[in-house]
């Protein structure tokens, strides 16, 4: 299954990258994507994600054609 | 209901006497409005703020705020309400974030306005990178609290 991975703020700067196209053969956890797209790189204790613009725990299974997102802790308002 | 992202400035007080004017069938039927903007400060963590930058996730940040206002919709009598929120380059004393609502009494009013607010601090995705003068700018790690603690 193809999903697209998508970084955010201090992430998007710390890791250099904005976002990816991953191909995965089996059933994936968020955090198995985060695992698969950044080996050298340990989840930031504070991460939060995000599966087709909905928050989602790290343990959440991803389906074909998802948008997975990793972030900091958002600063608006 | 409504939910903007804007690129560039806005006057809060235009936008909320704007979109008031295009409440058909609402004349006399509202007794409060309730009112938050958030302005830019030239001050952060004890160091001078010269501007900053929005980021934002295009997309989440719309259906973020949107479920926010149907939760605050859900727990109060709401009759409408405005949400702005700006991104892009930002400078000290520029209004970033707007938030109205329209009840027909103050209380409604006041909490669900409070509500949609603290709920946009938390959950809404949008970082603000401050500049400082340095080359660098400073990611903001988190929103402060909003609510003191009893």
């Known amino acids: 299954m193809s999903i697209k991975v998508r970084y955010f703020a201090s992430l998007k700067e710390s890791l250099g990258c904005s976002e990816d196209d991953l191909v995965f053969a089996g059933l994936v956890s968020v955090r198995d994507v985060w695992r698969y797209a950044n080996p050298q790189q340990p989840l930031p204790d504070n991460i939060l994600a995000a599966v087709n613009m909905e928050y989602v725990s790290l343990d959440c299974s991803i389906d074909d054609g998802d948008e997975v997102a990793f972030f900091p802790p958002v600063t608006g308002g | ?93 520029e209004p970033i974030v707007l938030v109205a609502v329209w009840a027909s009494h103050r209380g409604d009013a006041f909490d669900a306005c409070r509500y949609i607010m603290e709920a946009l601090k938390s959950r809404a995705p949008f970082w603000k990178k401050e500049r400082l003068g340095s080359e660098d700018g400073r990611w903001v790690g988190e929103n402060t609290k909003g609510y003191k603690s009893v």
């Open chain 2, 1 to 93: 209901m409504a939910v903007v992202i804007v690129q560039g400035g806005f006057d809060p007080w235009q936008e909320i006497q704007g979109y008031q004017n295009t409440l058909d069938g609402m004349s006399g039927k509202f007794g409060a409005t309730s009112v938050f903007v958030g302005t830019m400060r030239d001050f952060n963590a004890g160091d001078p703020v010269k501007g900053m930058t929005l980021e934002h996730y295009p997309g989440m940040s719309e259906k973020q705020l949107e479920t926010i206002v149907a939760e605050a919709q859900q727990q109060w009598p709401v009759l409408d309400s405005l949400v702005m929120h700006r991104v892009g380059d930002i400078l000290p004393n």
